[in-house]
């Protein structure tokens, strides 16, 4: 039995081969940041956003993907390829500007386009319109949905400006037109604990999300998060919590829902914290040997229905 479902193996499926991401950045902002719903982002977001493996957002989005597309056709003899806009709120910005760059992103041996955006910030006409595109040029569109956890309590306290109900409704209306959605999650956020992540797990399997990216807090300079941790008044979760958190949250979460990953990867630069000062691959061989050792798998706790005999 497979330890949990997983990305690589799930692209190779439904392509043929193996396919890799392009990340894309375009000029736009949060909503969280410029006042519309906040000022100052996420407590954890630093002002590069969340992405920082890209090129320019001054260099057009074709140029950036040929750029991209030739580098790793060549490393990796890659023919497969998904234009990925990861940073800032894809979607905050005027129709047109938003219509412009998702066109030139459609193009030859591109199968998928997936936006990182935030669930309170996805009407329905660029949806309408992302359906187009869909249906003109055969390609798939994924919509990546920050939500981190669904403790109400944490999202409000690390100044998400959204809560679950948005996640919910931004959920139930991009399934209506038929796009995967991935749902990117923390699961060692200060203040929640082992029961938030497995919560998580089970609203997102009741929601039928397609896929998940499951981060590990990272904490960087200039931030507000990176304040708190200076003045000791936030601490992490040791390593040992995080394998068991991702574990359990693993058995709750469907086994159907797609994991693209278990843990983050974030710039050593600027950092406060990253990962216990280790590398990701060993987190995931930790995450990996446990389950193995101890028989539990992805899926095995995830919600029932009980009938009386
Ligand atoms: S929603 Fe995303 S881009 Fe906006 S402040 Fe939060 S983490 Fe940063």
């Known amino acids: 039995m497979k330890l949990y479902n997983e990305y690589s193996i799930f692209l190779k499926e439904k392509y043929g081969e193996k396919v890799y991401k392009l990340p894309v950045n375009i000029p736009c902002t949060c909503p ?24 320019e957002n001054t260099i057009s989005v074709k140029e950036q993907i040929e750029k991209n597309m030739q580098y790793i056709s060549k490393k990796y003899k890659a023919k497969k390829f998904i234009a990925y806009f990861q940073n800032y709120t894809n979607t905050y910005l005027r129709l047109e500007e938003f219509k412009k760059y998702i066109n030139e992103a459609v193009g030859k041996n591109i199968v998928e386009i997936s936006i990182s955006t935030r669930p309170d910030c996805i009407g329905s006409e660029y949806l309408e319109f992302l359906k187009e595109v869909k249906d003109l040029h055969d390609v798939n569109i994924s919509i990546e949905l920050g939500l981190q956890t669904a403790n109400y309590h944490t999202l409000i306290s690390i100044n998400r400006g959204h809560t679950l109900a948005e996640f919910i409704d931004a959920v139930m209306r991009i399934k209506k037109y038929g796009f995967e959605v991935c749902t990117h999650v923390i699961l060692n956020l200060p203040g929640d604990d082992i029961i938030d992540a ?58 159907n829902i797609v994991v693209q990953r278990l843990v983050g990867r974030a710039p050593e630069k600027n ?39």
């Not at 969280?32 to 992405?51: E, L, Q």
């Not at 003045?231 to 469907?254: A, C, G, P, S």
């Open 32 to 55: 969280n940041r410029d006042g519309t719903i906040g000022y100052g982002g996420c407590t954890f977001c630093a002002d590069v956003g969340t992405g920082f493996e890209m090129l």
């Open 271 to 309: 950092s406060l914290f990253v990962n216990w000062g280790m590398s990701w691959w060993k987190i995931k061989d930790d995450i990996l040997e446990k389950m193995e050792n101890e028989g539990r798998h992805q899926g095995s706790k995830s919600i029932k229905n009980y009938t009386a005999s």
């Open 198 to 255: 497995k919560e998580t797990a089970k609203i997102l399997s009741v929601l039928k999300v397609d896929q998940v990216k499951i981060h590990s807090l990272y904490i960087m300079e200039n931030t507000k998060m990176g304040i708190l941790y200076k003045n000791k008044e936030i601490t992490v979760i040791d390593e040992e919590e995080y394998v068991e958190r991702v574990i359990v949250f693993l058995e709750h979460l469907d086994k």
